[in-house]
């Protein structure tokens, strides 16, 4: 039921980094992709990085050169690299995994706090 957990958030100051984990239960072989998603007060939900099991990773415009989304397959772990935080990064980071034949999984979030 929790195949995902997540770690790593905390709160920073503007232009500093912090590293992701999202540690999973299963063979992340197994999903057909992963990403990261974030969460606002007030705003949907929208998507941050994703990797499929071939290495192909997609960005939103505004994290593109500041994240960096790769994965661990010997340790079962997703991560996101983010550097360069600013105020607007902050959020609740949430783990995401699917696969076609199977469904989705998500994690219960990491907060990002990034001050002024």
């Known amino acids: 039921q929790e195949d995902l957990v997540e770690s790593g958030g905390g709160l920073v100051q503007s232009g500093g980094s912090l590293r992701l984990s999202c540690a999973s239960s299963?063979?992340?072989?197994?999903?057909?992709?992963m990403g990261w998603y974030r969460q606002a007060p007030a705003k949907d939900r929208e998507l941050v990085a994703t990797?499929?099991?071939?290495?192909?990773?997609n960005y939103k415009a505004s994290v593109k050169g500041r994240f960096t989304i790769s994965r661990d397959s010997a340790k079962n772990t997703l991560y996101l690299q983010m550097n360069d935080l600013r105020p607007e990064d902050t959020a609740r980071y949430y783990c995401h995994g699917w696969t076609q034949s199977s469904g989705e999984c998500w994690g219960q979030g990491t907060q990002v706090t990034v001050s002024s």
């Open positions: 990797i499929t099991i071939g290495g192909w990773q």
């Open positions: 299963r063979d992340i072989s197994t999903f057909s992709g």
